[in-house]
Antibody
Framework: QLQLRESGPGLVKSSETLSLTCSVSGGAISSSTFYWDWIRQPPGKGLEWIASIHSSGTTDYNPSLKSRVTISMDTSKNQFSLKLTSVNAADTAVFYC???????????WGQGTLVTVSS | SSELTQDPSVSVALGQTVRITCQGDSLRSFYANWYQQKPGQAPVLVIFGKNNRPSGIPDRFSGSISGLTASLTITGAQAEDEADYYCNSRDSGANHLIFGRGTKLTVL
């Protein structure tokens, strides 16, 4: 059974770079037609898609975050990662890694990790 | 990019039927998917595609679409259905994912 788990610092200082990793178990991220996503949710607010990376390596970014975001994958470790630069308080959120099907549904989610940006 | 519009809140009496809607231009090209999220938990996909339920989702959940408005219907709402519900779809014209702002369902 495929499982996803986020890892990374829970506290990041303002203006620094947020880095998170999603470890995937139960299946290879490179051997499928799925997209691997980062989605965030600020406290008390809704879901926001951040970025996707396809098993082929193709990437897509939310236009509102594109200038600050990089998504990448390491097939040897069966992981994919997120970097968000120049963070500020508005970036405080629960970050989820997830697997998206080609038609856009997200069936599999990690448990989420709260990242707080401190001043 | 496109937007998906949802009502902020909806309420339903226990055992009654409730419809939660999601409107957007992207629904001209893509189906809406629906997620249930309870406090402190990750979202759970409850309806995807035309009207498909993942394994383990009760059949009281169903989906439909009329024009540019997708609906999630809960027939015979239960207390455990009280949650936030989000719709999403692909963004037409771009390989992006978009989410509605969510609807808080209260079961009275």
């Amino acid at each position: 059974q495929l499982q996803l788990r986020e890892s990374g610092p829970g506290l990041v200082k303002s203006s620094e770079t947020l880095s998170l990793t999603c470890s995937v178990s139960g299946g290879a991220i490179s051997s499928s037609t799925f997209y691997w996503d980062w989605i965030r949710q600020p406290p008390g607010k809704g879901l926001e898609w951040i970025a996707s990376i396809h098993s082929s390596g193709t990437t897509d970014y939310n236009p509102s975050l594109k200038s600050r975001v990089t998504i990448s994958m390491d097939t040897s470790k069966n992981q994919f990662s997120l970097k968000l630069t120049s963070v500020n308080a508005a970036d405080t959120a629960v970050f989820y890694c997830a697997r998206q099907s080609p038609l856009g549904e997200v069936l599999l989610w990690g448990q989420g990790t709260l990242v707080t940006v401190s001043s | 990019s496109s937007e998906l519009t949802q009502d902020p809140s909806v309420s339903v009496a226990l055992g009654q039927t409730v419809r939660i809607t999601c409107q957007g231009d992207s629904l001209r090209s893509f189906y809406a998917n629906w997620y249930q999220q309870k406090p402190g938990q990750a979202p759970v996909l409850v309806i995807f595609g035309k009207n498909n339920r993942p394994s383990g989702i009760p059949d009281r959940f169903s989906g439909s679409i009329s024009g540019l408005t997708a609906s999630l219907t809960i027939t015979g709402a239960q207390a455990e259905d009280e949650a936030d519900y989000y719709c999403n779809s692909r963004d037409s014209g771009a390989n992006h994912l978009i989410f509605g702002r969510g609807t808080k369902l209260t079961v009275l």
